[in-house]
Every structure is written in structure tokens, then in C-alpha cells.
């Protein structure tokens, strides 16, 4: 007997609903961002996060495990954004086998510059289309979601 506790139609239609809007709001952005920036929203988010951290400078494992990418990923967009003069990369004083990765001057520049539009983006593509209750529950929605996928101690490609 199949004991498989399959989707009811109406889960299949959120679920579907779901992985579309995701798509394209992930594609809105990243066409935002290359046009304005020349560059991927992942991108993007490694240089806010930097620019959030103290002194604009964060572990590179901190920073893969706060954007949520494997450290192979994190390491190979570093050296693009280096190339760009965006990040530049230092030794952790604390741990040899450590680095830092560092948010240049002209890498916040760039986000000063992307950040209006960025949040333009996000602003007509969420929250214009939201009403404010709406806005609480994806917040509440989406932590729960983030929480039920990373309990403590999870095997996350990112904490390797």
C-alpha cells in the first residue's frame, strides 16, 4: 500500500505558485542588477553583506554561511569581484589559514550607486503588491520555512 502522503491540489497549486514567483523574482533581479551593475544578484549580495559588517570586512567562511552559498562558489565570485577592484582579500590576524574578504572603497561606491534601483526593484516587484498584513505574513511565512530547513547541527553545504 502506497503510504506516500502526497500534495492535495490546493498545496500543488501554492507549491507551484511558490517555485514561479521565485523564479522570477530572481530573474527580475538579476536582469536589474546586470543592467545596472553589470553584475548577478549573488554578487550583489556579497557586497551588501560586507558593507553591513564591521569595518566592511568579514571571515570568508562567516560570509559564505551568512549568503548561504558553498565556499568553492563564494570563492570564485571573490575573485571576480577582485578583478573588479570590489573586494580585495586579506589575511585573518587570528587564524593563518583564514582569510578576509574586504568591501573596497569603489566596491561601496558601486552600492551606493545599485542601491536605489535595487530597492526599486524590490519595492514594484513585493511590497507595491502587498498590503501591509500581507508583508507580515511572508516575513513570518518565510522565517519559519528558514528555520524548519536549518535546524542546529544541519549538514548545510555552506557550514563545510
Known sequence: MDSMKWLTEEEQASWRAYVHATTLLEDHLD???????????????????LSDAPTRRMRMTELAQQTKITRSRLSHAVTRLE????????DCPSDRRGQMAVLTDEGYEVLVRTAPG?????????????????????GEISRIIAEGLQPEGADLPWLR
Open 31 to 49: 536582469r536589474q542588477l546586470q543592467r545596472d551593475a553589470g553584475m548577478p544578484h549573488m554578487y550583489y549580495a556579497l557586497l551588501t553583506t
Open 83 to 90: 578583478k573588479n577592484g570590489w573586494i580585495a582579500r586579506e
Open 118 to 138: 535595487h530597492v526599486t526593484a524590490v519595492r514594484s516587484a513585493i511590497f507595491d503588491r502587498l498590503t501591509p498584513e500581507q508583508v507580515q505574513q511572508l
